[in-house]
């Protein structure tokens, strides 16, 4: 647990390059006078973990409106479409609160919240604790936090998450990434088949990178991110992730629970 967590650090986004680097910089200015105190502790529900822990592999879902690679993607109605996430057979919820590239908000998250038990996630670009005390207040089960942008302060953003009660999901797209969030004691470790600082996606990154964190004694949970349109993609991961966290393709479907269905069967 942290003691004092006014002292933890911001991290050094001048090293953050690419499209990843614009976004996190007007995030960083979002916050900057936030106040980045995360008052008491609070219990860890591990509800988002839990959900992931199933014997076959799970689905998050995710409320993607837009992306800065293809623009607006649908005008999602959150409540309804976690709705239909749900009824479609997804374990967790994915929610973007990123406004200017993502199209989210807090509203988003609210509604998924107030509207389905599953465990949300709050998807955006961590640079400051408040977003991490927000994303408690505001009913997530899990933040991301991104070894991209964390670096070496992965670890002490990953205890704030704890000391207030929710998981982390601590994302990386390379083996020096993935190095980090081992070392930073992640127990849920996402890997980006995207490359955010290209946006660029190569399906054969989550399942190298899976199989060395299982190589490497990592007995948590991982899930496989970005870029599955159909079955056949999913089928790289079958037996080697316990999730696969999926967005633009079944948020531009028209159907999500249908998409979500029909992605998930093999
Ligand atoms: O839309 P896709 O290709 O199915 O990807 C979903 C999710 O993995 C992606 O939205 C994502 C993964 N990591 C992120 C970090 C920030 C913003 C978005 C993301």
Redesign the pocket.
């Known amino acids: 647990m942290l003691r004092r967590m006014s002292v933890l650090s911001t991290p050094d986004l001048t090293r953050v390059p690419g499209v990843l680097g614009r976004i996190v910089d007007l995030r960083a200015g979002d916050y900057r006078d936030a106040d980045p105190a995360l008052g008491g502790a609070r219990p860890a529900a591990r509800r988002f973990e839990a959900a992931l822990r199933a014997p076959d592999l799970s689905l998050i879902a995710?409320v993607?409106r837009a992306?800065p690679s293809q623009g607006a993607i649908a005008p999602l109605d959150p409540a309804d479409a976690a709705r239909a996430y749900a009824a479609g057979g997804a374990s967790a919820i994915s929610v973007?609160t990123e406004p200017r590239y993502?199209d989210g908000n807090r509203e988003a998250l609210l509604e998924v919240v107030a509207v389905t038990d599953l465990p949300a996630l709050r998807?955006d670009?961590v640079v400051h604790p408040a977003m991490l005390r927000e994303a408690a207040d505001w009913g997530a089960s899990a933040a991301?936090l991104?070894v991209s942008v964390l670096h070496e302060h992965t670890g002490e953003y990953l205890s704030a998450a704890h000391h207030l009660g929710l998981d982390a999901l601590v994302?990386v797209h390379d083996d020096r990434e993935l190095d980090i969030a081992l070392e930073a004691g992640a127990r849920i470790i996402g890997v980006?088949n995207?490359d955010?600082t290209t946006l660029e996606i190569d399906l054969n990154v989550s399942p190298r990178l899976i199989r060395r964190a299982r190589d490497a004694g990592f007995a948590g949970v991982l899930v496989a991110?970005?870029?599955?349109r159909a079955p056949q993609d999913i089928a790289a991961v079958r037996g080697l992730a316990d999730a696969v966290?999926?967005?633009?393709?079944l948020a531009g479907s028209g159907d999500l629970a249908r998409a979500a269905r029909d992605l998930m069967t093999p």
């Not at 991110?225 to 599955?228: A, I, K, L, Q, T």
Request: charged share 25%.
């Open positions: 995710e993607k992306s973007l993502f998807k670009f991301l991104m994302e980006n995207r955010l991110e970005s870029g599955y966290l999926v967005g633009s393709s």
